[in-house]
């Protein structure tokens, strides 16, 4: 009977978990269909780097704020795991985007192993200039600060997507352990048969 309460229990909080992330994605997307400028959807230029800032500003801040020791498969099942943890300090520490600082991540590009966060400052400041220069020379230049504007909030929330899947990838991992391969090979049979 325990074991079903437990189950319950981890059901529960996986279940608030999902609702926050899309809870966030809902009033984004209303958001931006709301105020973006549909000229911003037209040319897929802007959309992608608005995706590849994200991913290289999610990618970079997960790297500076836990160093890959929380990614380590060796400490995910132990009882130690950095990933026993409540749905509320998983959502107030892994998944708050409050928690990432930008502070952090200037600490790190100055210390002496700071070759990782280089590479990730560098890739989004390409990526940063190719959407300037592209927006100036598609749009007249008030739309192409909206635009520019438009990229970096859709790349804030691309960014905070990427937090929460891999935080919520790795939680689910350690709450459901070996129910996991259970769970990816329905996901699977469902894929073929969709196919």
């Given at each position: 009977?325990?074991f079903f309460?437990?189950?319950g229990?981890?059901a ?24 973006a400028?549909?000229?911003f ?6 959309f ?6 994200g991913?290289?500003l999610?990618a ?7 160093q890959?020791?929380?990614?380590d498969?060796?400490?995910l ?24 600082g ?6 790190h ?5 700071a ?14 200039g190719?959407t300037?220069v592209a927006?100036?020379r598609v ?7 909206r ?12 960014s905070?997507v990427?937090?929460?899947?891999v ?13 996991a391969?259970?769970v ?6 469902a ?5």
């Open positions: 009977m325990d309460i437990s189950i229990g981890h529960l909080d996986i279940g608030v978990a999902l609702a926050v992330l899309l809870a966030v994605t809902s009033l984004t997307l209303r958001a931006l269909e709301r105020y400028n549909q000229k959807f037209q040319v897929p230029l802007f992608v780097m608005a995706k590849v800032l991913l290289v999610g970079g801040l997960i790297y500076v704020q836990y890959l020791r929380y990614y498969f060796a400490r099942f132990v009882p130690e795991s950095p990933w026993n943890i409540t749905v509320w300090e998983f959502l107030a520490d892994r998944t708050n985007p409050f928690a990432y930008p502070i952090g991540l200037i600490g590009i100055f210390a002496p192993s070759a990782a966060p280089l590479v990730f400052l560098a890739s989004f400041a390409v990526a940063l190719v300037i927006a100036f749009w007249t230049p008030g739309e192409a600060w635009g520019i504007l438009q990229t970096l909030g859709f790349a804030l929330w691309f905070y990427i937090l929460f899947g935080s919520l990838l790795f939680w689910l991992l350690f709450w459901l352990n070996i129910w391969l259970l990816l090979v329905l996901v699977v049979q894929m073929r048969h969709r196919v």
